[in-house]
């Protein structure tokens, strides 16, 4: 009779599914950049988001489960440098607290800067009490850049950096990026403590970013010289125009704000980020205007967003979405993935849902605020 193999219960927990650890490490990355993108997008809302977060966790807990081999997976995967490879490979590094591997993926970010938002987000996705001692030694080194990674995970996360490291890097004069992330941790957190020099940076620093930062922070501590320079900063600079109106345009003074959707409106070459202004206000009384430009196939989808952000009416649900004509090329990037709206219909659901809504106040997705 042949002998039978037995195994111990610890030599059985730690044989590993070859095929089902790598499929781990594989969606956690595409899960990872999927959801970055969701996280952005204005269609999005937070029950859209709540399944991909549970998602994405259950394949960080399988890839951990994984040990050595998950490791030499996501390594082998960063050789194709994408953003969703760069994150799980940190994230398990840092996880196992391997310094071997915690050095390797600093050194890949400090070599490639544009590896630097999946590296703070694995960390991020961290207990901030597991990530606090690297963040620590991080944020005592020299390099600026290093100093800059550690300010951004503790603003992911919401935790308070030191006073004197935050002032210390809002006053480094050599080192732009530096300054422009330790404005925007600033803001995150609400360190009021640093308000003098968040203001002076958003008055007279001489790099674009950092005065936006700044201007943004100075926003969300509600000082009321903070939307104007906020939205004067975004309207400055294509990549934070949006994030700059939605943000002032919520912050500052109703009668100022909307003084400012008119002017913005008032000129083609803003249109589209007026109409972004009119769903950050949230007021009802712009919806029949909003209805209107639902014919023009340049500001339609953009429209159709504003009108949900008011309204709350989820276009895909209530079947208000037709299919997209195919001239569309010449759409923002930002404005593809918006859901078209069925003009006809969205004018045919919004007059009996509109005697319901007091015009005196803003609304955000249906509700007065």
Not at 172 to 201: I, K, M
Not at 238 to 256: M, N, S
Request: charged share 20%; net charge negative.
């Amino acid at each position: 009779m042949p002998a039978v193999a037995h195994f111990m219960a610890a030599e059985l927990s730690a044989l590993v599914n070859r095929v089902t650890v790598e499929a781990h490490v594989d969606e956690a990355a595409f899960l990872w950049e999927h959801r970055e993108r969701a996280a952005t997008a204005p269609h999005y809302r937070l029950h859209h988001l709540r399944p991909l977060d549970e998602r994405l966790v259950a394949h960080l807990d399988g890839a951990r489960l994984g040990g050595a081999f998950a490791s030499r997976v996501a390594a082998a995967a960063l050789e194709g440098g994408e953003a969703g490879a760069v994150f799980v490979a940190t994230h398990l590094a840092f996880a196992e607290s391997d310094p071997a591997r915690m050095r390797q993926m600093l050194g890949l970010v400090l070599a490639e800067p544009a590896h630097a938002a999946p590296f703070v987000a694995a960390l991020a996705w961290l207990p901030a009490a597991h990530v606090a001692p690297p963040l620590e030694r991080l944020g005592g080194t020299s390099p600026a850049d290093a100093r800059g990674l550690a300010l951004a995970v503790q603003g992911a996360q919401r935790t308070a950096p030191r006073a004197d490291t935050l002032a210390a890097a809002l006053a480094h004069p050599d080192a732009p990026h530096l300054r422009s992330t330790a404005l925007r941790v600033a803001g995150q957190v609400g360190a009021t403590e640093v308000h003098a020099a968040v203001a002076r940076a958003a008055h007279d620093d001489p790099v674009p970013a950092c005065r936006f930062w700044a201007a943004w922070a100075l926003t969300l501590f509600g000082d009321p010289l903070g939307p104007p320079r906020l939205l004067s900063a975004g309207l400055g600079d294509p990549a934070f125009a949006r994030t700059g109106v939605e943000v002032a345009l919520r912050c500052g003074a109703p009668d100022w704000a909307h003084d400012q959707v008119r002017r913005l409106i008032a000129d083609p070459a803003t249109r589209r980020l007026g109409i972004v202004g009119i769903g950050a206000c949230g007021d009802p009384v712009a919806i029949p205007w909003l209805l209107a430009q639902l014919d023009d196939p340049l500001l339609a989808p953009v429209a159709g967003e504003a009108f949900a952000t008011i309204t709350g009416a989820d276009l895909e649900h209530l079947d208000l979405r037709a299919d997209a004509p195919e001239a569309t090329d010449d759409l923002p990037p930002e404005d593809n993935d918006l859901p078209w709206p069925d003009a006809k219909a969205v004018r045919t659901w919004w007059p009996a849902r509109a005697l319901r809504v007091n015009p005196r106040l803003r609304h955000l997705c249906g509700r007065p605020l």
